[in-house]
Nanobody
């Protein structure tokens, strides 16, 4: 069964940085949209950033633009999310998900992602 595995979450103070990673198989990684989502208990899941593994096109939620950077490591079938200048409101469980296209607004849509990881917790204290 294809899956994604996240790591690299943790606890930091506001203003700090973290770099969660998402590793998967070559099959899932190739030519797919990979999106990082986050969710806080009791709130809706939110798309954070995405990347099209075919060409490297990137997409960001307005709340993280300029602070977060999503990148590919083609040798490792890995997608990283560099998170700088973290704020308390970034606290959430972060999930990576893959599948489909990033075209238009599709990168935001969980329904187009067929493969999901178990999540990694990010906690930012103020």
């Amino acid at each position: 069964q294809e899956r994604l595995v996240e790591s690299g979450g943790g606890s930091v103070q506001a203003g700090g940085s973290l770099r969660p990673s998402c590793v998967t198989s070559r099959y899932v990684y190739s030519s797919n949209c990979i999106t990082w989502f986050r969710q806080v208990p009791g709130k809706e899941r939110e798309s954070v950033a995405a990347i099209w593994t075919g060409a490297g096109n990137t997409y960001y939620h307005t709340s993280v633009k300029g602070r977060f950077t999503i990148t590919l490591d083609n040798a490792e079938n890995r997608v990283d999310l560099q998170m700088n200048s973290l704020k308390s409101e970034d606290t959430a469980m972060y999930y990576c998900a893959a599948g489909g296209s990033c075209y238009g607004e599709h990168w935001r849509e969980a329904r187009f992602r067929g493969y999901w990881g178990q999540g990694t917790q990010v906690t930012v204290s103020s």
